[in-house]
């Protein structure tokens, strides 16, 4: 990775933050009014951490950290029924997927299939550790019950969100302001 990088400024870092914060939003809506109440497969897909890593695919490690911690507050915000410490664990999650695309992996559907499953097992071990801690759940049988299956469909579930997103990126932000 280059260490020399062109400087972004205040206004564009601001209009990427509103844009990406707004679909963000719309996803997390999506993900805690609709997908969990019908829950497909038994579980709720995870929609917002997959956008969360395409977003740092596609747009660095900038928009990693932001959108990261962005994403986490509002799915915990709205009440997904996961644990409150997801603004970090996505904000981590997406920094290690940039820092991946932009030192191994390219910028392609791929690379984000590799990471959003990656991060999406990543969430359920955590989850799942979280799960045995604040309910007394037993840890490997309630990750054996849904590992799988959340994995599964949220990335089914997100595979149209991956396609807006880089529609976003490629209409708003498709230049080399980013790339190091």
């Known amino acids: 990775m280059n260490?020399?990088?062109s400087p972004i400024t205040w206004q564009k870092l601001t209009r990427k933050s509103i844009v990406w914060s707004l679909w963000l939003f719309a996803a997390a809506l999506v993900q805690t009014s609709v997908l969990s109440r019908y829950q497909p497969f038994g579980v709720v897909p995870e929609i917002v951490l997959p956008c969360v890593i395409?977003?740092?695919?596609?747009?660095?490690?900038?928009?990693?950290?932001?959108?990261g911690i962005i994403?986490?507050?509002?799915?915990?915000s709205?009440?997904?029924?996961?644990?409150?410490a997801s603004a970090v664990v996505y904000m981590l999650l997406a920094v290690a997927a940039a820092f991946l695309t932009y030192s191994v992996l390219s910028r392609d559907f791929l690379s984000?299939?590799?990471a959003t499953v990656f991060a999406?097992?990543?969430?359920?071990?955590?989850?799942?550790?979280?799960?045995g801690i604040s309910v007394g759940a037993p840890f490997f049988e309630y990750l054996g019950r849904?590992?799988?299956?959340?994995?599964?469909?949220?990335?089914?579930?997100?595979l149209p969100f991956y396609v807006v997103t880089r529609l976003i990126w490629r209409?708003?932000?498709n230049n080399r302001e980013m790339e190091g």
């Not at 999406?120 to 799960?131: D, F, Q, R, T």
């Open 54 to 67: 395409a977003i740092a695919i596609h747009d660095g490690e900038r928009s990693a950290t932001i959108c």
């Open 146 to 158: 849904t590992f799988f299956r959340y994995i599964f469909s949220s990335f089914i579930f997100s």
């Open 171 to 173: 209409r708003f932000f």
């Open 78 to 84: 709205l009440g997904s029924g996961g644990f409150s």
């Open 112 to 114: 984000w299939a590799i």
């Open 3 to 5: 260490s020399q990088r």
């Open 71 to 76: 994403g986490g507050l509002i799915i915990d």
């Open 120 to 131: 999406l097992a990543v969430c359920n071990v955590v989850s799942s550790i979280y799960a």
